[in-house]
């Protein structure tokens, strides 16, 4: 699998090992939610993700973290279990700058082609797009929130800004709900500024990994 974003490698890199961020966006088809999110950013470190539709269908992922090179290569092994656990299934993710954004390249190395066949039917790839798509649009409200702050307009695909429009909406929502002004909310606030490239690590190491909250960030200015 190959995908463009239009966004730099550190942002990438970060919404694929914070789970924070991955909470946000690897969730599926939509009214599936994940209300489970584990992850140790390290190499050896633990993952686990809980997914359900909120009425009578749920399953989780655990795995483990093998190698990771910030806004570069991230290696894991992960298993669903739906409730059984499949066989492991090996992932190499590949970022690179591409003139402004990213190119992401994703390989999935599964045991055989019977194991293949049963992780497609059960509807893996239509739920990657569809996280995908949340996660592009997303980064697209990152950028409009940005620009329409610096006063500049930017285009954006149509199915993009679709689905960051409704994630822009219902995280205003819960502002509200929570009676605090739309789109300034810390958390909310913070990954919108990981998703546009305007915060960067200054800090990492072992004890700074993202699932620790160990890293700090310092502004990148306009780009």
Same mark, same amino acid.
């Given at each position: 699998?190959?995908?463009?974003?239009?966004?730099?490698? =550190? @942002? #990438?890199?970060?919404?694929?090992? +914070?789970p924070?961020?991955?909470?946000?966006?690897? %969730?599926?088809?939509? @009214?599936?939610?994940? !209300?489970?999110?584990?992850? +140790? $950013?390290?190499?050896?470190?633990?993952?686990?993700? =809980?997914?359900?539709?909120?009425?009578?269908? *749920?399953f989780?992922?655990?795995?483990?973290?093998?190698? %990771? /090179?910030?806004?570069?290569?991230?290696?894991?092994?992960?298993?669903?279990?739906?409730?059984?656990?499949?066989? +492991?299934?090996?992932?190499?993710?590949?970022?690179? $700058?591409?003139g402004?954004?990213?190119?992401?390249?994703?390989?999935?190395? %599964? !045991?055989?082609?019977?194991?293949?066949?049963?992780?497609?039917?059960?509807?893996?790839?239509?739920?990657? =797009?569809?996280?995908?798509?949340?996660?592009? *649009?997303?980064?697209?409200? $990152?950028?409009?929130?940005?620009?329409?702050?610096?006063?500049?307009?930017? &285009?954006?695909? #149509?199915?993009?800004?679709?689905?960051?429009?409704?994630?822009?909406? *219902?995280?205003?929502?819960?502002? &509200?709900?929570?009676?605090?002004?739309?789109?300034?909310?810390?958390?909310?606030? /913070?990954?919108?500024?990981? %998703?546009?490239?305007?915060?960067? !690590?200054?800090?990492?190491?072992?004890?700074?990994? !993202?699932?620790?909250?160990g890293? =700090?960030?310092?502004?990148?200015?306009?780009?």
């Amino acid at each position: 699998m190959t995908r463009r974003f239009a966004t730099p490698p =550190e @942002a #990438v890199y970060r919404a694929h090992t +914070d789970p924070k961020l991955i909470q946000k966006w690897l %969730l599926g088809p939509e @009214a599936w939610t994940m !209300p489970v999110r584990t992850g +140790d $950013a390290r190499p050896g470190g633990k993952i686990r993700y =809980e997914w359900t539709n909120g009425k009578d269908a *749920g399953f989780h992922l655990t795995g483990e973290h093998l190698e %990771l /090179e910030p806004s570069s290569r991230m290696v894991h092994v992960e298993r669903m279990h739906l409730p059984d656990p499949m066989p +492991d299934n090996h992932v190499e993710t590949r970022i690179a $700058a591409d003139g402004t954004g990213t190119l992401m390249s994703m390989r999935m190395t %599964l !045991p055989d082609a019977q194991t293949r066949a049963a992780m497609l039917a059960t509807g893996r790839e239509a739920g990657m =797009e569809a996280s995908y798509v949340r996660l592009e *649009g997303m980064i697209q409200i $990152a950028h409009f929130v940005r620009t329409i702050i610096g006063g500049k307009l930017r &285009c954006a695909s #149509v199915r993009g800004l679709r689905t960051g429009f409704r994630f822009l909406v *219902g995280m205003s929502k819960k502002s &509200c709900n929570r009676r605090q002004s739309p789109i300034i909310l810390s958390t909310d606030s /913070e990954i919108l500024s990981v %998703l546009a490239g305007t915060r960067r !690590p200054v800090n990492s190491g072992s004890s700074g990994s !993202p699932a620790s909250g160990g890293e =700090e960030y310092e502004s990148t200015g306009s780009r």
